[in-house]
């Protein structure tokens, strides 16, 4: 088991600038449900996660979503 670790707002910069190129190619394929893509904490883990958030309204092909991108978490959530 690891030690859990302190995730920084830079330290989540730097993921998603590292992997940018595949979250906007991602992103377009999604471009007419999305209303953003950002880096977060996952709730439980504390672990870094790349957050598509969708409109509620929509129905995106969520299994055309990779379940990592660059090693780091992909998750999909819906707004209003």
Do not use: C, Y
Request: no cysteine; hydrophobic share 40%.
């Amino acid at each position: 088991m690891t030690t859990p670790r302190n995730w920084t707002d830079r330290d989540l910069d730097g993921i998603f600038n590292r992997v940018a190129q595949q979250i906007e190619s991602i992103a377009r394929d999604f471009a007419s449900e999305l209303i953003d893509v950002n880096m977060a904490r996952d709730i439980d883990s504390q672990e870094p996660v790349i957050r598509f958030v969708f409109a509620d309204n929509t129905a995106p092909a969520l299994e055309r979503m990779p379940h990592s991108i660059g090693g780091t978490k992909v998750v999909s959530t819906f707004k209003s």
